[in-house]
């Protein structure tokens, strides 16, 4: 196993951590190729959604060496969602970087009234006296 020194959050530097160890736990490093390490960076600099722009730092991160822990105190979450992400990146790769489609209720709002809604939304608001005569 590898000795890294990892320098964290506002200057802290850790003890010399084994690469990969969490405690009593190691993971799987990551290695990441060129062509990974290029795309994940363009998606921290440019991507429009934030959580993805945040995933694709997570795994950059690990692939840097740094510990779970470190990437958790670093990025202000628990250690094992790190350890998700971790997982998810082994299995899916990038597509475990976007949002995943959530349940929940359909929309009631039918096209016609996204229409009517944009349009109330658009008009020119009344004043007091025109809403009382």
Same mark, same amino acid.
């Given at each position: ?8 959050l506002?200057?802290?530097? +850790? ?7 969490? %405690?009593?736990l190691?993971?799987k490093? +990551? ?9 994940? &960076?363009?998606?921290? $600099? /440019? %991507? *429009?959604? !934030? /959580?993805? /722009? ?14 779970? $822990?470190?990437? *958790?105190a =670093?990025? %202000?979450? =628990?250690?094992?969602?790190i350890?998700? /992400?971790?997982? $998810? !990146? +082994?299995?899916?790769g990038?597509?475990?970087l976007? &949002?995943? #489609?959530?349940?929940?209720? #359909?929309?009631? +709002?039918? &096209?016609?009234h996204?229409?009517?809604l944009?349009?109330w *939304?658009?008009?020119? *608001?009344?004043?007091?006296? &025109?809403?009382?005569?």
């Amino acid at each position: 196993m590898t000795l890294r020194s990892v320098s964290i959050l506002s200057g802290v530097r +850790l003890s010399t951590i084994p690469v990969g160890a969490v %405690g009593n736990l190691t993971i799987k490093p +990551l290695e990441l190729n060129e062509n990974e390490r290029t795309l994940l &960076d363009t998606i921290i $600099k /440019r %991507g *429009a959604d !934030w /959580r993805e /722009r945040d995933r694709a730092e997570t795994i950059t991160m690990l692939a840097d060496g740094f510990s779970v $822990k470190g990437v *958790a105190a =670093k990025q %202000g979450y =628990k250690p094992e969602a790190i350890r998700i /992400r971790h997982r $998810k !990146w +082994l299995k899916q790769g990038f597509a475990s970087l976007p &949002d995943q #489609p959530r349940s929940g209720a #359909p929309t009631i +709002l039918t &096209d016609e009234h996204r229409q009517l809604l944009k349009q109330w *939304a658009e008009a020119e *608001a009344l004043s007091s006296r &025109d809403l009382l005569s």
